[in-house]
Nanobody
Framework: QVQLVESGGGLVQAGGSLRLSCAAS????????MGWFRQAPGKEREAVAA????????DYADSVKGRFTISRDNAKNTGYLQMNSLKPEDTAVYYC???????????????????WGQGTQVTVSS
C-alpha cells in the first residue's frame, strides 16, 4: 500500500495562490492514479481534480477549471495541486487520494480510491 501526506495549505487572500503537495511513500507512486478532493464545513467531500499515473490525462471539477492545475513528479513520488485565483468558496480541507492503476485512467469519484492522506486546510479570506 501507499501512504500519502499532504502539505502546502494555509491562509491566503482571495485572488491569491497556493500549491499543495502530496508526498507518497511505501510503494512505487508511478503505479497509482491520483486525485485531489476537498471538504468544506457542513458539506460532503467533493472531487477537485484527477490525473493518470503517467500524467497524460487529467480532469477537473467545473468549479476549478481554468484556475487549478494538477500535476505529478513520479521521480519524486509527489503530486501537486496548483491553485490560482482562489476564492472564499475554495475554503476546505483538501485531501489527496491514490489508487493502483496502470491503464492510464483517472478517477473523479471518491469511491474509486483506496488510499487517502490526512488532509490539509486551505482558507481563503475575502
Amino acid at each position: 500500500q501507499v501512504q500519502l501526506v499532504e502539505s502546502g495549505g494555509g491562509l491566503v487572500q482571495a485572488g491569491g495562490s497556493l500549491r499543495l503537495s502530496c508526498a507518497a511513500s511505501g510503494r512505487t507512486f508511478r503505479r497509482y492514479a491520483m486525485g485531489w478532493f476537498r471538504q468544506a464545513p457542513g458539506k460532503e467531500r467533493e472531487a477537485v481534480a484527477a490525473i493518470s499515473w503517467n500524467g497524460r490525462l487529467a480532469d477537473y471539477a467545473d468549479s476549478v477549471k481554468g484556475r487549478f492545475t494538477i500535476s505529478r513528479d513520479n521521480a519524486k513520488n509527489t503530486g501537486y495541486l496548483q491553485m490560482n485565483s482562489l476564492k472564499p468558496e475554495d475554503t476546505a480541507v483538501y485531501y489527496c487520494a491514490a489508487e493502483v492503476n496502470s491503464s492510464g485512467d483517472y478517477f473523479l469519484r471518491e469511491y474509486d480510491y483506496s488510499y487517502w492522506g490526512q488532509g490539509t486546510q486551505v482558507t481563503v479570506s475575502s
